[in-house]
């Protein structure tokens, strides 16, 4: 509510101060303007201030707020803090200093989310790290997967080049792709027996060719070697090849066959029935032939020793007539090889007395040394009237014909000692002829 200004000046002065000094406290001028003001109106608030106390005091009842005003711009109480404008400016000052200082809760708060952004980088952290190790692992399982496809790639290159080569050799061997057994070569000449069989007794045999003489053509027409193996040879393969065509093909077969079919034509032809005649008795009486045979030997003291061949040429009783060493090496026969011989042979002669020979076969040659030991083992005594070619005496009645044969050049050479004759046995195994060219190491 406005108030009526006095008639009299000072008075009315004395309430436009006391108004504009309300107004600026509405309106919240700062406090420094109010100051200033009251400053500029204290001289003429102090003459007057009686005048302006009974007014104000007669005009309390109606108009109170503006006494208040009054009061609070008197000279006296300008820094009094019932001012309201210095009610104003200290709130305000008040609250902007509490607001500057921080309190016990908001420190704890402070302090609280100072604590969580902490667990937070540390949580980013271990999360960033938890990626690098999974970006490195990753890294590392692509080399791997890389190296390993490299690998699997060449193996199978591999795989296809050795099918393709093992194709190549079944078409050159002839292999059976179908056979249900592989064996080795040393089980499947371990495992065959080869029989002497005649297709009619009544025909030429080799017992009559002895006898009275036969044509060497019917006879091998007549005769034929059986196998008997100890395992199913239809079913079975060596080395990729079938068992049938192995045997024949190696040199154990070729050797037997040679001896069955051949050699007592050989030994007529050349006139040797007499100095080889306890061989040439023998071969007639073949009736089994045993591949990496053994022959139960004893000695004086009746003691049993087992002795291993290569083959052994048995009668129809079982007897051991012709015993026979391989050496299918480059290398040449060895004196150990002889002497090896030469050991179990005469063990053989001491025990069975229709034992006639033993046979050492090379596909390379006989080195001095041996042919110097067959020499020593052949060589009769200074008053000695055997006519028998190569051969070792046991005692007085029995002994046994020591011969060396070659299988070179797809040929077997048979040489003895104080003989003059070799056989050339070409693949068919039915051409034989006389060779002028003959080595003979007689002493």
């Not at 509510?1 to 309300?22: C, F, W, Y």
């Not at 196998?227 to 239809?234: G, P, S, Y």
């Not at 037997?256 to 100095?275: P, Y």
């Not at 009769?380 to 299988?407: I, M, Q, T």
């Amino acid at each position: 509510m406005k108030a009526i200004p006095s008639l009299d000046p000072e008075r009315s002065e004395t309430v436009r101060g006391s108004q504009a000094g309300s107004e600026a406290g509405q309106r919240g001028d700062a406090p420094g303007r109010g100051r200033e003001e009251s400053r500029d109106r204290a001289p003429e608030q102090s003459r007057d201030s009686g005048r302006a106390d009974d007014t104000a005091t007669r005009e309390e009842p109606q108009q109170p707020q503006r006494q208040s005003r009054q009061h609070q711009s008197t000279p006296g109480d300008a820094p009094s803090t019932d001012s309201p404008g210095s009610d104003g400016e200290t709130a305000e000052q008040s609250t902007a200093e509490s607001s500057a200082e921080p309190t016990q809760e908001d420190s704890e708060e402070v302090e609280t989310l100072r604590s969580e952004l902490a667990e937070r980088r540390a949580e980013i952290e271990r999360l960033e790290s938890d990626l690098q190790a999974a970006t490195d692992a990753r890294d590392e399982a692509r080399a791997n997967l890389a190296t390993v496809q490299e690998e699997r790639d060449e193996l199978e290159r591999e795989v296809e080049r050795l099918e393709s080569e093992l194709r190549r050799l079944e078409e050159e061997l002839g292999a059976k792709t179908d056979a249900e057994r592989r064996i080795t070569p040393q089980e499947a000449l371990q495992g065959t027996d080869l029989f002497v069989r005649y297709r009619s007794k009544g025909e030429s045999t080799l017992q009559k060719a002895h006898d009275s003489g036969q044509r060497r053509e019917d006879v091998t027409d007549n005769l034929r070697l059986e196998k008997h193996t100890q395992f199913d040879a239809a079913a079975a393969s060596v080395g990729g090849q079938a068992y049938d065509q192995f045997l024949e093909e190696t040199v154990e077969y070729s050797f037997v066959k040679w001896v069955v079919e051949d050699l007592l034509f050989e030994i007529q032809s050349t006139g040797h029935t007499e100095t080889l005649q306890d061989l040439y008795d023998a071969l007639p009486e073949i009736n089994r032939i045993e591949l990496n045979g053994v022959v139960t030997t004893t000695d004086a003291e009746e003691n049993e020793r087992q002795e291993t061949f290569d083959l052994v040429f048995r009668a129809r009783m079982g007897d051991p007539l012709l015993v026979a060493n391989i050496n299918d090496s480059r290398q040449g026969a060895s004196e150990a090889m002889m002497e090896s011989l030469i050991t179990a042979a005469e063990r053989v002669g001491r025990t069975s007395d229709a034992f006639a020979a033993a046979f050492l076969v090379t596909q390379s040659f006989f080195e001095p040394e041996a042919l110097e030991t067959v020499a020593d083992a052949t060589r009769g005594g200074l008053l000695s009237r055997d006519k028998r070619k190569s051969f070792v005496n046991l005692s007085r009645k029995r002994g046994y014909h020591l011969c060396l044969v070659e299988a070179r050049n797809e040929n077997f050479h048979l040489k003895c000692r104080n003989s003059a004759f070799d056989f050339r046995h070409t693949l068919d195994f039915h051409a034989l002829e006389l060779l002028d060219d003959v080595v003979d190491f007689s002493v």
